[in-house]
Nanobody, 123 residues
Framework: QIQLVESGGGLVQAGGSLRLSCAAT????????VAWFRQAPGKDREFVAR???????TYADSVKGRFTISRDNANNAAFLQMNSLKPEDTAIYFC?????????????????WGQGTQVTVSS
């Protein structure tokens, strides 16, 4: 079992930056992949970025070049650095761990989730 807690969300103006953190407790976090998803009001949860257990990183086209996923295995943590934020980035951002099977972009394929952190980008 892994518990995930996100932090770092907030209100920022368009063009600004935020760094989200995901603190993990439980066994084997460092051996699993980790991902970030987001969900805007009235929309489905969508894939943002992931770092595989081998360290391979993948990004949604909408955030490529602006967001960077990273992890600190020594401290059981993952991060999402978000630059050049846009109003359409406004959403609740979730950290996920352990890809149980299937495509990494599918939210249903990840087993462990945090409670989310709100990101609001004003125009």
């Amino acid at each position: 079992q892994i518990q995930l807690v996100e932090s770092g969300g907030g209100l920022v103006q368009a063009g600004g930056s935020l760094r989200l953190s995901c603190a993990a407790t439980g066994r084997d976090f460092n051996t699993y992949g980790v991902a970030w998803f987001r969900q805007a009001p009235g929309k489905d949860r969508e894939f943002v970025a992931r770092s595989s257990r081998q360290g391979f990183k993948t990004y949604a086209d909408s955030v490529k070049g602006r967001f960077t996923i990273s992890r600190d295995n020594a401290n059981n943590a993952a991060f999402l650095q978000m630059n050049s934020l846009k109003p359409e980035d406004t959403a609740i951002y979730f950290c996920a761990s352990f890809l149980a099977g299937g495509a990494f972009s599918g939210s249903a394929n990840w087993r462990f989730w945090g409670q989310g952190t709100q990101v609001t980008v004003s125009s």
